[in-house]
Structures are given as structure tokens and as C-alpha cells.
């Protein structure tokens, strides 16, 4: 292979590039030597902002007695500081500070400011915007009811999007394959698919056996059209030219399409997975205040109910943890299976 | 000429085109319906290799798609040795222009393709590691296709097509792509890779150098419809010198046949 050295060269140059670290990384490496200041006092200073607000802005509207925000603000600065304290000698710390402490200092002082506008100034109207002291003290207190609530909107969750993509995927695959199932599935799909999941819940209270099956069944729905949908586009525009590779290797219907066309398939069947899980979030949150007595959606409506807003705020907050969580972990399956593509969006 | 089953054994089997025609139906009225082929017999020997020259539409990738089984011939016989072709078959390998690896294998992986296709991976698992090294890719088994330059990519489809030991290797057009310089090196891998197995190949090319460079014959196509005008075989020692004056006197014959001989830039010259 003497001849092609010169051609190995720089394909060299373009492998190793590929296995460099991510943007953040390199980042790092280069500004290494530089200590930046506003890296580890973004925490400390926006925590002690924070607390000057808490401590020395006398109080307009009446205060929950509970101290759960100040002390969560002395976690805050005591953790400000001891990444300060470490900075100076570990690296990852370093990563990890950089990357974090900007954002993380903002949030900080932005809940100070909300504790100005809202406990201090008095400016928006109680009951519907307490204070910070308000949404985190009610979340501590009524910790059981909302992990309990976190835990059954995820059985929920999970139950009806697996259920919704293993048959979406069956179902997607099949018309994106056969001519016939296309033929007799794509008239359906088209008229069925786009009814929001959450219109069927008057069909779904009376068909199934109890709440819990008709929730999962509708978030089932919700995932099953954008899956099927994108996963039958997918397999069906396969580049021809590699079904006629794959045949003259040697490949059986099987291959053909479970080494073929399913793995050519699988970007357009991402994001399919993502937009599904976009509205599952939402028929969940739907049909826990319709029908199923638990759970996050059932949570806040709750806590509407008895006009504690502090409440809401609170499920909110663990709501949005709970979906990004959920989020960027379909994000991370998603780097995994797709490596082989350049280029993907960032979560 | 170098006889390379001097060496060893000749994979490639005899291959017969009898009266072959292809008719396609116009769709909606589109410029590409009509006679292909029309009537083309053609028998290749065991272990040669045979070029198809011709202008665009003359057929040659029709011709291919036949012998490879993915497009039915309307009319004729096709036979591989003495056995029929009626479907795809990891027997006749196919190289594209563009190489079609499978972007979400690695190179290993796509070399490996064949094998898991016909359900041998395990039995032959030592053949990889052996095409690997054939086409010069064993630093590069784990990256992934879009990370290969145009010749590496096309080295391992060659690869890949040929760890089935096909009795037929069928190359639509597989160095078009390359700049001149890397067509030149992978011209000489083809044939170090034909003198190995002695596969039988038939190599379409718009390249008439690359044809006789390569080839034990030349078939000359026409278009519309797509018929072999003749058949001209090189008689020329390998391995070849670009700038002979044997070389050069068979490429003004070929262009001479091809109507493009003496063109004048006034453009009335056919």
C-alpha cells in the first residue's frame, strides 16, 4: 500500500480530529493557564446578593415561617466556595466550574430579585405569586405527596410511551415496507393521526377498564402517530442503492430490512421518538387531571384548588426537571445509536 | 501477458449474455422510457476482464443491473457458468461510482456485511482482518464511512463486495469519481486485486485509457437503443505503460470507432 500513503495522510489528520474532545473541552485545554475570577465568584456573590435581599430588604407581605430558601442559600455559598476553594487545583473542577457557575450564579440572583419583587416590594398579587420562601417551603413540606406524584407520572409516562412506540415501530415499519400496508395504513394514519390523543379521552374513559389503562393508552396514542409516521417515511425513502448493495451481498428480506432499512431509517425514527415524547408529556399532563387521581398534572390542579399557588410553582419546577431529565436522556440514546451521523442537534 | 492462474485457482466463472433486451415503459411521459437494449450478446470467459465503453445512455448500466439480478431482462438469456440468472446473488458482487457503504456501519463492519448476510460471519470471520489488509484499511476499521476520503471509500466497497468471493465482479463506473491521480493508483489496486483472485470482472468506464489500461477486452456500445457496436480485445503485455505507442494507437482506433477521432473545433467534424 506504498502507492497510497500520500491519500492515507491526511484522511489521518481527519480520524484523530474526530476523536478530539467536544467544543467545551477544547476550550478548556487552550484557556488552561488563565484563572477567571467571575468563574468561581459567579456562586458565592450571586448567593450573597441573594441573602442580602433575604436579610436586610424588610418584608412587605406576610412570609411562611419556615427558612427553606435561606437555607437553601447557604448551600448555595457554602458550595460557591468550596468550588472556589478547589478551583485552583483540580482540572474537571475547572470543566465543571466554567461551564456551570455563570448560569448557575444568574438563577441565583434571579431568585433574589423575584423575592424583591414579590415578599419585599409587595408588587404582584398574593395568593398567585408567593415568595420564594412560598414555593420552596411548600415543596419541602409536602415532599411525600409530590415524590409520590413524580413517581406515578413516571409508571405512567414510561408505560404509555413504550407501549406507543413498540407498536408504532411494528406498525411503522410494516407500511414504511409493504406496498399493501401502505396502501390500506396510510388512509388511517392520515385521518386518525392527527386527532390530538386528549380528543379521545371521552371514547377512552368508557372503553377502558379503568382510569389508568385509558391514560396509558392515550399517551400510547400520542406517541404511537409521530412514530409511525416518521418511522414509515423513513424506511420507505431507504436509498434504493443500498437495498441493491445489500442484495447483491448475499441479503434475505430479513437483512434487507433489519440491517438495511431500520438502520437508515433510524434519524427520521428519532425524531419521531422526540416529538412523541413532546406529546406525551402534554396528554399526560391531561389525562392525570382528567381522570387518574395522582400524579404531577393531578398535583398542581390540586393544589389550584385550594389556591396554593406555592404548590404549583413547586410541581412545576419537578416538572420541568422531570421532562428535561427525561429529555436529555432520549437525547444521549439518541448520540449513541446515531455516532455514524455528522453533525446532529444539540440538546 | 501476465497469467496470474499460473498462481492459483480461478474464482471468476464464464458469463454469457444471450439476446439481451430491456424495455422500460415510459413513466409520465419522461425521456427515459424505450428500448435500453437491444439484442446483446456478449460471453466473458472465466477469470478475464472485459471493459464497456460508450456515451451516456448507451445502456452499459442496464447491462450491469441485468447480469446482477436486480432489474429482470425483457428478452434474452443470462448465465452465469451454466446457471441462469433470475435474482441478486452474493455470486455477482456489484461496485457502484458511488461506493454505497452503509453510513451507520464502520468499516470493519460494512467489510463484514457480506458475511453476516449470508449468516457465515463466524465461519469467516479471518477472511475481514485478510481484505482488510488486501485493500490497506487496517488502521481505519473502526471510523465510519463519512470519514473516508473518496478512495478509501471506494477500497472498501471493493472489499466488501469482495469478501464473497463473488464468481462475477460487476464495477458500474467505480473509480468516476476520483481525481485522476487517485484512479491511476486504484486501477493498479483493481488489478492486483483481479490478478489475486482471478475473479471475472466487467468494468463500465467512460475512461478509455482506464479500458485499455485495465481490460483483455473492450466492448463499444451505442445508445438509443443500446446495442455493442464491437468488441476489441488488448494485446498489450501487462503490466501497461500509459504512453506505448501500442496504447496509443488503440485509443485512436477506439475513439476513431466512437466517431470522435479527428474532431475539428468547428464542431462539424463527426
Given at each position: 500500500m506504498n502507492a497510497s500513503l500520500e491519500e492515507l495522510q491526511p484522511r489521518i489528520a481527519t480520524v484523530s480530529a474526530f476523536e478530539r474532545p467536544t467544543a467545551e473541552n477544547a476550550f478548556a485545554a487552550t484557556e488552561v493557564v488563565k484563572s477567571r475570577p467571575q468563574t468561581w465568584l459567579a456562586v458565592p456573590v450571586g448567593a450573597s446578593i441573594a441573602l442580602a435581599i433575604h436579610f436586610l430588604v424588610p418584608k412587605r407581605e406576610p412570609v411562611a415561617p419556615s427558612h427553606y430558601y435561606p437555607l437553601l442559600l447557604y448551600v448555595m455559598l457554602a458550595m460557591g466556595l468550596l468550588g472556589a476553594a478547589l478551583y485552583p487545583f483540580f482540572p474537571g473542577v475547572r470543566n465543571f466550574m466554567r461551564r456551570k457557575t455563570p448560569i448557575l450564579g444568574v438563577v441565583i440572583v434571579a431568585a433574589g430579585l423575584w423575592e424583591l419583587v414579590t415578599s419585599?416590594?409587595?408588587?404582584l398579587p398574593l395568593p398567585y405569586f408567593p415568595g420564594p420562601e412560598g414555593v420552596f417551603g411548600s415543596m419541602v413540606s409536602d415532599y411525600k405527596l409530590l415524590f409520590d406524584s413524580t413517581w406515578h407520572s413516571l409508571i405512567l409516562l414510561t408505560s404509555g410511551y413504550f407501549v406507543g412506540v413498540a407498536v408504532a415501530l411494528v406498525t411503522g415499519v410494516t407500511i414504511g415496507w409493504f406496498p399493501h400496508a401502505r396502501y390500506w395504513g396510510m388512509p388511517v394514519l392520515k385521518v386518525v393521526g392527527p386527532i390530538p390523543a386528549t380528543a379521545w379521552i371521552p371514547l377512552a374513559m368508557v372503553v377502558a377498564p379503568n382510569t389508568f389503562i385509558s391514560a396509558i393508552g392515550l399517551i400510547a396514542l400520542a406517541v404511537w402517530f409521530p412514530v409511525t409516521m416518521l418511522t414509515a417515511s423513513g424506511i420507505s425513502s431507504t436509498r434504493a442503492s443500498y437495498l441493491d448493495v445489500a442484495r447483491t451481498l448475499g441479503a434475505n428480506r430479513l437483512y434487507l430490512v433489519f440491517r438495511v432499512a431500520i438502520p437508515a431509517a433510524m434519524p427520521n425514527i428519532f425524531i419521531g421518538l422526540f416529538m412523541g415524547l413532546g406529546t406525551s408529556f402534554l396528554t399526560l399532563v391531561v389525562a392525570e387531571n382528567v381522570g387518574?387521581?395522582?400524579?404531577l398534572g393531578w398535583y398542581v390542579s390540586w393544589a389550584q384548588g385550594w389556591a396554593e399557588y406555592g404548590k404549583v410553582y413547586g410541581a412545576l419546577i419537578i416538572m420541568a426537571a422531570f421532562f428535561s431529565t427525561i429529555m436529555t436522556g432520549l437525547f444521549k440514546a439518541r448520540d449513541r445509536v446515531l455516532?455514524?451521523?455528522?453533525?446532529v442537534i444539540k440538546w | 501477458m501476465v497469467v496470474a492462474s499460473d498462481r492459483g485457482v480461478i474464482e471468476g466463472s464464464s458469463l454469457r449474455v444471450r439476446d439481451a433486451s430491456k424495455y422500460f415503459a415510459a413513466v409520465n411521459g419522461a425521456?427515459?422510457?424505450?428500448?435500453?437494449?437491444?439484442?446483446v450478446s456478449l460471453f466473458v470467459s472465466a477469470g478475464e476482464l472485459v471493459s464497456i465503453v460508450g456515451?451516456?445512455?448507451?445502456g452499459k448500466s442496464t447491462l450491469l443491473r441485468l447480469i446482477a439480478g436486480l432489474t429482470p431482462a425483457t428478452d434474452g438469456e443470462l448465465l452465469v457458468g451454466d446457471q441462469p440468472i433470475t435474482e441478486p446473488s452474493a455470486e455477482r458482487g456489484l461496485v457502484f461510482q458511488d461506493p454505497n457503504l452503509f453510513p451507520w456501519l464502520t468499516v470493519r463492519r460494512n467489510i463484514e456485511a457480506g458475511l453476516v448476510a449470508r449468516g457465515v460471519l463466524k465461519q469467516e470471520r479471518g477472511q475481514v482482518d485478510k481484505f482488510m489488509r488486501l485493500v490497506g484499511l487496517e488502521a481505519f476499521a473502526d471510523a465510519f464511512p463519512h470519514h473516508l476520503s473518496g478512495g478509501m471509500a471506494q477500497r472498501v466497497a471493493l472489499a466488501r463486495a469482495m469478501i464473497n468471493h463473488p464468481k462475477v465482479l460487476l464495477l458500474d463506473?467505480?473509480?468516476?469519481?476520483?481525481?485522476a491521480f487517485t484512479r491511476m493508483r486504484m486501477q493498479d489496486e483493481v488489478l492486483r486485486l483481479w490478478q489475486a483472485r482471478r475473479t471475472t470482472m466487467l468494468l463500465v468506464t467512460h475512461d478509455i485509457d482506464e479500458a485499455i489500461y485495465m481490460s483483455d477486452r473492450i466492448v463499444i456500445m451505442t445508445p438509443r437503443p443500446g446495442r455493442i457496436e464491437q468488441i476489441i480485445p488488448v494485446k498489450i503485455n501487462r503490466p501497461r505503460d500509459r504512453s506505448s505507442e501500442d496504447f496509443l494507437r488503440l485509443r485512436g482506433d477506439i475513439l476513431q470507432i466512437m466517431h470522435f477521432a479527428g474532431r475539428s473545433l468547428s464542431g462539424n467534424g463527426a
Open positions: 419585599c416590594l409587595g408588587l387518574v387521581k395522582s400524579g455516532v455514524w451521523q455528522k453533525g | 425521456a427515459v422510457g424505450g428500448l435500453a437494449l437491444d439484442k456515451p451516456s445512455g448507451c463506473e467505480p473509480l468516476g469519481a476520483l481525481d
